[in-house]
């Protein structure tokens, strides 16, 4: 079973700030966060991961609470190709058996 | 960056018959690769894990005699849907990983399998 929580579906205004939460309660110190997404019939494009620091690339902001048990990716100005489902995961480095999906996010962007 | 290739894209099968599909990594050698199927609207669901050299470790109910998987080199990985069947058709997906340490898992564009 996957080790993480996210609401089913969200909506966000094309130009605004898209926040996708996860809840990995369960967390452990070495496992680490990834987020994806995956666009209708394709496979699952690498967006982000960390540790327990905030992390910053060119698609988007990952923010890790002090506790790790939450996270929220963060788009900073969605756009319509950025409709998709997003997936949260944990996984420990080590332990590359450990890559199972949960539901996801179905994010909708609107004009 | 790190580049996945999984080939067909989307295959037609006759029942009965046995499909193979192929993932490579492209500019990195990987360790591990793994295998998703989908089904629409579901998330993906973790079939087998495959370790270069070794034999595959299998989700529990996942048919291994059914799904065979081959990773005989830190670049390709097969996997063959034996005697498919129409409850087969699904979208295959393949991941590879390069290391053990926390580089990202990287997927193919996945595998639209239809069997007739």
């Known amino acids: 079973d996957a080790k993480t929580t996210q609401p089913t579906s969200m909506d966000c205004a094309e130009g605004r700030a898209a926040n996708l939460p996860c809840n990995h309660s369960?967390?452990?110190?070495?496992?680490?966060v990834y987020w994806y997404r995956q666009i209708h019939s394709q496979g699952p494009q690498y967006i982000i991961h960390?540790?327990?620091n905030n992390e910053t690339n060119e698609m988007a902001s990952l923010i890790i609470t002090e506790d790790r048990k939450s996270s929220t990716l963060i788009l900073p100005h969605a756009t319509l190709r950025d409709t998709a489902v997003y997936y949260c995961?944990?996984?420990?480095?080590?332990?590359?058996?450990?890559?199972?999906f949960g539901a996801g996010t179905r994010l909708t962007v609107k004009p | 960056g790190a580049v996945v290739s999984q080939h067909p894209s989307w295959v037609i099968c006759k029942s009965g018959t046995s499909v193979k599909i192929e993932c490579r990594s492209l500019?990195?050698?990987?360790?591990?690769m793994f295998w998703y199927r989908q089904f629409p609207k579901q998330s993906l669901m973790l079939m087998a894990t495959?370790?270069?050299?070794?034999?595959?470790?299998?989700e529990q109910g996942v048919e291994k005699d059914k799904f065979l998987i081959n990773h005989a080199s830190l670049t390709l990985s097969t996997l063959t849907v034996t005697s498919a069947h129409p409850e087969d058709s699904s979208f295959y997906i393949c991941?590879?990983?390069?290391?053990?340490?926390?580089?990202?898992?990287?997927f193919g564009n996945g595998t639209r399998l239809t069997v007739t």
């Open positions: 991941s590879a990983i390069r290391t053990t340490d926390n580089s990202p898992l990287h």
């Open positions: 369960t967390i452990s110190g070495n496992e680490y």
């Open positions: 960390g540790l327990k």
């Open positions: 995961i944990v996984r420990l480095t080590y332990n590359n058996n450990d890559m199972r």
């Open positions: 500019d990195f050698q990987a360790t591990t």
């Open positions: 495959s370790n270069e050299g070794s034999k595959a470790t299998y």
